[in-house]
């Protein structure tokens, strides 16, 4: 094991700018940018708008807008999907249900089970999520350069679609 000397000279700017802290620095920045967006959205109904713009709504709220079916799923489904605890999750769905954007219903295909279904405003969020979405996209797209945005969401698909390729 390679011990390194509390004396050490200071090199070590790489803990700073290693692409793990880099994508999930851009992954905020992205996930903040789309949140501003939903909430100047005229689309979005007002009392999501102020949420949004009051930072209510955080990234973990938008796992149920990014993992959600649109024909609903089970809890612990969901909770999967989006890499999260059912404990969590259950909390998510329960501020989303709050809020109009979620409801939970009966399961026709299990009468002991119940699914997480978008309502009607659900939907409208759902929508506004997608225009926020496609906005940040090309703004990225302007500010780093399309050449290097197709490389980078490249690189990302492959990188992300060989998930436990290296465990």
């Known amino acids: 094991m390679l011990q390194i000397p509390l004396s050490a000279p200071a090199h070590d700017g790489w803990r700073q700018?290693?692409?793990?802290?880099?994508?999930?620095?851009?992954?905020?920045?992205?996930?903040?940018?789309?949140?501003?967006?939903?909430?100047?959205n005229v689309e979005v109904p007002l009392a999501l708008s102020n949420l949004a713009a009051r930072?209510?709504?955080?990234?973990?709220?938008?796992h149920i807008t990014r993992h959600l079916a649109l024909q609903g799923d089970r809890l612990t489904d969901l909770a999967q999907r989006a890499g999260?605890?059912?404990?969590?999750?259950?909390?998510l769905v329960?501020?989303?249900?709050?809020?109009?954007?979620?409801?939970?219903?009966?399961?026709?295909?299990d009468a002991r089970a119940r699914r997480v279904c978008f309502t009607p405003t659900g939907l409208a969020w759902l929508q506004a999520f997608r225009d926020a979405v496609a906005q940040a996209e090309a703004e990225f797209r302007e500010e780093v350069g399309q050449d290097v945005a197709t490389v980078v969401a490249i690189g990302l698909e492959a990188y992300a679609g060989?998930?436990?390729?290296g465990s």
């Open 17 to 40: 700018t290693h692409l793990g802290r880099l994508l999930g620095h851009a992954m905020r920045r992205f996930d903040a940018r789309v949140l501003q967006l939903m909430a100047r």
């Open 55 to 62: 930072d209510q709504v955080s990234a973990a709220h938008v």
């Open 84 to 91: 999260m605890t059912k404990q969590a999750m259950a909390n």
């Open 94 to 109: 329960d501020q989303c249900e709050a809020w109009g954007l979620v409801t939970r219903e009966a399961d026709p295909l």
């Open 162 to 165: 060989g998930e436990g390729a």
